[in-house]
């Protein structure tokens, strides 16, 4: 009888003690790892530098043109001349230029043969102006991958005077020009004029104009 306690008492130890080995014995599974954040993607771009002349702080500038001239009834013939201007606001200026070009035959000359309407001396053209101009629109240009040019589109109108045709004659032109800052200090324009004058060369009297597209360099000082 003894014995069998001992049996049975033996079979509850082990029970327990395997209970307990497997209580005390298991290891905790570690926690779910949270799943990584969506990455931020860097595109390594790095900034361009933009190489942007600006206009010389001084106000004056002054250059020279050459270009084509259209005088009315006398053809089209080479035109070179000299402008200087002073800049009194960043929108306003005055300018003051002269230039040269020289007269073709006209038709009637051209068909009547022998026929001379002027002396190669009355055919030259010379032209003295004073003009007020506006910068209308500023703006930049573009070209390659790291130069910019400042810009200006601007109008301009004025009075002066020609001598052709062994007289001088009281002009108004006007016109509109495109400035393309090249330097701090050196700037390429493009202008087209109109140049208006009354000759009776025909014998009546009439306003002709006088085209003009020039090309010109100057620089500010």
Do not use: W
């Not at 208006?196 to 000082?221: A, C, M, P, R």
């Amino acid at each position: 009888m003894e014995s069998r306690f001992r049996v049975l008492f033996l079979i509850a130890a082990l029970t327990l003690l395997s209970g307990c080995a497997n209580l005390f014995g298991r290891e905790e599974a570690p926690p779910p790892t949270a799943e990584p954040a969506g990455q931020v993607v860097d595109p390594q771009v790095e900034r361009r530098e933009i190489k942007e002349p600006k206009i010389d702080s001084e106000n004056f500038e002054v250059g020279v043109f050459g270009g084509i001239m259209s005088i009315e009834d006398f053809g089209s013939n080479v035109s070179y001349g000299a402008r200087l201007a002073y800049h009194l606001t960043e929108g306003f200026f005055v300018e003051g230029s002269i230039g040269q070009s020289e007269g073709g035959l006209t038709s009637f000359e051209l068909l009547s043969g022998d026929a001379r309407l002027l002396s190669d001396d009355e055919r030259q053209l010379t032209y003295y102006n004073l003009n007020l101009g506006y910068n209308l629109f500023t703006g930049e240009a573009f070209f390659g991958m790291g130069r910019a040019y400042n810009t200006n589109l601007y109008i301009t109108a004025g009075l002066g005077s020609t001598r052709f045709a062994g007289d001088d004659r009281f002009t108004v032109n006007y016109g509109a020009g495109f400035r393309f800052l090249l330097t701090d200090s050196v700037a390429l324009h493009l202008d087209f004029r109109d140049h208006l004058f009354d000759i009776d060369l025909f014998g009546d009297e009439k306003t002709v104009h006088n085209l003009e597209g020039t090309i010109s360099l100057t620089y500010f000082f």
